[in-house]
């Protein structure tokens, strides 16, 4: 009897050993903190993989930068040197151009609209379809929210923005926006932007409140700007190269993940923006909810202008689509 239970064991050891073996792991690489909702959400991703592939993978997570800035994550991706990473559409613009129109200011008025034109957006479809050739592929949209502005001095009208620096990514849309609203742009890292602002390199940044709010910008620009300038969501993108090497279940799991997350996303980030703020503010942050938008709509209009300039059809594609929806959700 004793010779059969140790038999036993020793085949169990063997079983664990295998399937311990045969279990992936899988580079999940991003910019967020640890306390913002994009490494909530990638833990649940990661969860949700390894429960749906029956073990088979497992995601390991690397927030804060720690393999790189959004750019170098995007790189790599394409490249097979990671395998999933999460970052905002004009992020992904330089293997896919056509996606610097996402960047488009004020496309959009409230989550829901956000949500319909990325989900039924036939124009935003084919741009995503484009994405396998360059490397990666998108598995579903998570959300950052509307961008805004954190500054050193007060901030209300475009009056306010000119001869001042401000930091952003580097995105060729972004950076006409922001221009045409008078800034001078410093493109700078995440992780860098901070020191930047203490130090005075530049005066100000802008991002979405959940960034804002994890990376605490407001302690060294305590002025916050709601003018919800560019709707900023986040594509979660698997490499290509990965995509190929999975069974068709494991495609299918794994694409449920990434729609589970997404959904946990979307609705942490729409549900946290006021509860942010009035954390921020209880912190010494000097909240403006209600700028003069009217006069930064008006100083952006030479945007779509330019845009039409260089991508002709797809800006007016893109507009119909983000009007359409403007019209039919609140």
């Not at 930047?196 to 060294?220: C, H, L, M, R, Y």
Request: glycine content about 6%; proline content about 5%; some cysteine.
């Amino acid at each position: 009897m004793t010779f059969i239970k140790t038999c036993l064991g020793a085949a169990a050891a063997l079983l664990i050993a295998a399937s311990a073996q045969a279990q992936t792991t899988l580079k999940f690489s991003h910019t967020d903190q640890q306390a913002g909702a994009r490494q909530a959400a990638a833990q649940i991703f990661a969860r949700k993989v390894e429960e749906l592939t029956q073990g088979r993978y497992r995601v390991q997570v690397f927030c804060c930068s720690q393999l790189g800035n959004d750019p170098k994550n995007i790189e790599q991706l394409a490249l097979g040197g990671i395998d999933f990473t999460v970052s905002a559409t004009g992020s992904y613009a330089p293997h896919v151009p056509s996606l610097n129109l996402t960047m488009m200011p004020f496309l959009v008025d409230s989550y829901a609209q956000g949500w319909k034109l990325y989900d039924t957006s036939p124009w935003l479809k084919a741009q995503f379809d484009k994405a396998p050739a360059k490397g990666f592929r998108f598995l579903a949209t998570w959300e950052a929210g509307f961008r805004s502005m954190t500054t050193k001095e007060p901030l209300n009208s475009p009056d306010d923005a000119k001869g001042k620096k401000l930091r952003t990514f580097p995105n060729e849309m972004m950076r006409w926006t922001l221009e045409a609203m008078g800034f001078n742009i410093q493109i700078m890292p995440l992780p860098e932007v901070y020191l930047g602002i203490q130090q005075g390199a530049v005066s100000g940044q802008e991002n979405p409140i959940d960034t804002i709010f994890s990376n605490k910008f407001f302690e060294v620009a305590p002025h916050l700007t709601l003018t919800n300038h560019v709707y900023s969501p986040l594509p979660l993108a698997i490499s290509e190269k990965t995509w190929v090497k999975l069974s068709a279940a494991d495609q299918k799991a794994i694409t449920e993940a990434a729609q589970i997350a997404g959904k946990f996303s979307r609705e942490m980030i729409a549900g946290n923006d006021d509860n942010q703020l009035k954390e921020m503010a209880s912190k010494g942050a000097k909240i403006n909810a209600k700028p003069n938008v009217a006069a930064f709509r008006t100083a952006v209009q030479p945007v779509y202008g330019k845009a039409r300039d260089k991508y002709g059809a797809d800006v007016d594609a893109f507009l119909k689509d983000a009007e359409a929806v403007r019209k039919t959700v609140k």
